[in-house]
């Protein structure tokens, strides 16, 4: 079926009797102009697949449907939507829904070559999830996604800003991360206490290898998980100040200061893995420090 010969998403959802279930974190985006303008942000999609996680009654389906997309597969945890869902099929195979736990499916097994990801996440798994994305061995052609307010900057604050830390560091060393809409909470049904934005984030050519990935994950979380301390403390089971050394950083910083660049030495230093040299410095590699 066509999805503009549907009845509203409203009226789906009262025929069926169906509420939102505060456990799944759960918050309806039930205005169709809305959720086309998220598709627009998104695409163009070139006939590439795209990958929909929690789709709900399938608003944000539905204005896939309508775009340029290829295969559009739905993956949704709650049984009592998928009848929902099936209205949205029209029998041409473009629709496949995949009743699962988005933490636990492979995507490489959903789809074939390059897809995209665009989804109001749940809000308790839209961290989870990310970190999946981003960290995982399935690579996504682009990323398009509603978080709360709050984990959107988390994602892409810059040094200095109160919400970078870890989540913004991996972040940013894997894709481009952009803040490109935002929502209050009456947008949605019901609505949550927070207002969301969403995020679109491209894969870097430049990514971190594996290895290298890793090491930068060690070496945020101990220097954020104390964060308020100088890196040759925060550091110091990683090597501490002779680490930050190694990395052309000052010892005395603290890790709500350090740059991607800053972090991706670190992240070498613990490899072992041979440092570039920076361009027209003479091979200096002291950090120049933000400061206030």
């Known amino acids: 079926m066509n999805p503009s010969d549907l009845p509203s998403l409203r009226e789906t959802l009262d025929a069926h009797g169906l509420l939102a279930r505060k456990s799944f974190g759960q918050h309806f985006l039930l205005d169709l102009n809305v959720t086309r303008k ?15 996680v929690g789709p709900g009654p399938g608003g944000l389906t539905r204005a896939l449907l309508e775009s340029d997309a290829g295969k559009v597969v739905l993956v949704e945890k709650d049984p009592r939507f998928l009848p929902l869902l099936a209205e949205l099929d029209d029998g041409s195979g473009r629709l496949i829904v995949v009743e699962a ?16 990801v665009v989804s109001n996440l749940p809000y308790n798994v839209g961290t989870p999830l990310l970190i999946k994305w981003l960290t995982g061995p399935w690579t996504p052609h682009a990323l398009t996604l509603m978080f ?11 040094p200095g800003d109160d919400a970078y830390g870890r989540l913004a560091v991996i972040a940013q060393a894997v894709c481009e991360a952009k803040l490109v809409m935002h929502l209050p909470a009456a947008a949605f049904t019901p609505p949550p206490k927070v207002a969301s934005a969403v995020v679109h984030l491209v894969p870097r050519a430049d990514r971190p290898e594996k290895a290298l990935l890793a090491a930068l994950e060690r070496v945020t979380a ?8 100088m890196l040759r403390s925060s550091l110091k089971s990683l090597g501490g100040a002779d680490l930050c050394e190694a990395a052309g950083l000052s010892p005395e910083d603290r890790a709500e200061v350090i740059d991607l660049a800053g972090f ?26 933000k400061r206030s």
């Open 264 to 289: 991706l030495r670190l992240a070498r230093a613990v490899t072992g893995e041979a440092q570039p040299t920076p361009p027209n410095d003479g091979g200096a590699t002291m950090m120049r420090r």
């Open 148 to 158: 709360q307010k709050e984990v959107a900057e988390r994602i892409t604050a810059a």
């Open 38 to 52: 998220i598709v627009r942000l998104a695409g163009p999609f070139d006939g590439r697949a795209v990958i929909e």
């Open 101 to 116: 736990d988005a933490l636990r499916v492979h995507e490489a097994e959903l789809v074939e070559g390059p897809a995209h």
């Open 222 to 229: 101990a220097a954020f998980g104390q964060r308020r301390k």
